[in-house]
T-cell receptor, first 117, second 113 residues
């Protein structure tokens, strides 16, 4: 049963600490999305990758957030330093997009619930 | 102090009735649309999709209607069941958004017995 795996599921950290969230996309998927979900803003796109190359990270605060794909089986989202306003659920999703995204739907992981105190 | 959260539209239906959830989009270049269902504590789950060259698509108990003229999308759920209670999101993508998948704010569906 292919699925997107995110770790950790829950993370509580103190303000100022570095946080790293990991995502294992579905094997063979070449598109990876990072979303943040809060009560105030709903689902916000932070960044996404196609074939490991960043396509758009304009939704991400550049001064503290960074997203990478070290290889095709791992995507990371890092916050340094973390702030209380970063508290949210962070979702990773993957899709198999060829010439255009619209070839198939994106599958979501279970999310990482981040609490910064 | 009191926190102010996102006010989701809420649709309450009785078990067995049909549900219709609506979504408006603004990007006229959008060419692919998806409905997702999100249950509490879980990630969004794909329900059904539709491409811009279609105006209707049917799945098991669900139908998506697309009206490109007025940029409107709807999800119809037949014979709604308690397990259908969740938040429903529409999402769209297209060439001029770089094929990023953009989500609407969501509608909360509550199915009562």
């Amino acid at each position: 049963d292919a699925r997107v795996t995110q770790t950790p599921r829950d993370k509580v950290t103190e303000m100022g600490q570095e946080v790293t969230m990991r995502c294992q996309p579905i094997l063979g998927h070449n598109t990876v999305f990072w979303y943040r979900q809060t009560m105030m803003q709903g689902l916000e796109l932070l960044a996404y990758f196609r074939n490991r190359a960043p396509l758009d990270d304009s939704g991400m605060p550049k001064d503290r957030f960074s997203a990478e794909m070290p290889d095709a089986t791992l995507a990371t989202l890092k916050i340094q330093p973390s702030e209380p306003r970063d508290s949210a659920v962070y979702f990773c999703a993957s899709a198999q997009g060829d010439r255009a995204f619209g070839d198939t739907e994106a599958f979501f992981g279970q999310g990482t619930r981040l609490t910064v105190v | 102090g009191e926190s102010v959260g996102l006010h989701l539209p809420t649709l309450s239906v009785q078990e067995g009735d049909n549900s219709i959830i609506n979504c408006a989009y603004s990007n006229s270049a959008s060419d692919y649309f998806i409905w997702y269902k999100q249950e509490s504590g879980k990630g969004p789950q794909f329900i059904i999709d539709i491409r811009s060259n279609m105006d209707k698509r049917q799945g098991q108990r669900v139908t998506v209607l697309l009206n490109k003229t007025v940029k409107h999308l709807s999800l119809q759920i037949a014979a709604t069941q308690p397990g259908d209670s969740a938040v429903y999101f529409c999402a769209e993508t297209g060439s001029n958004s770089g094929y990023a998948l953009n989500f609407g704010k969501g509608t909360s569906l509550l199915v009562t017995p």
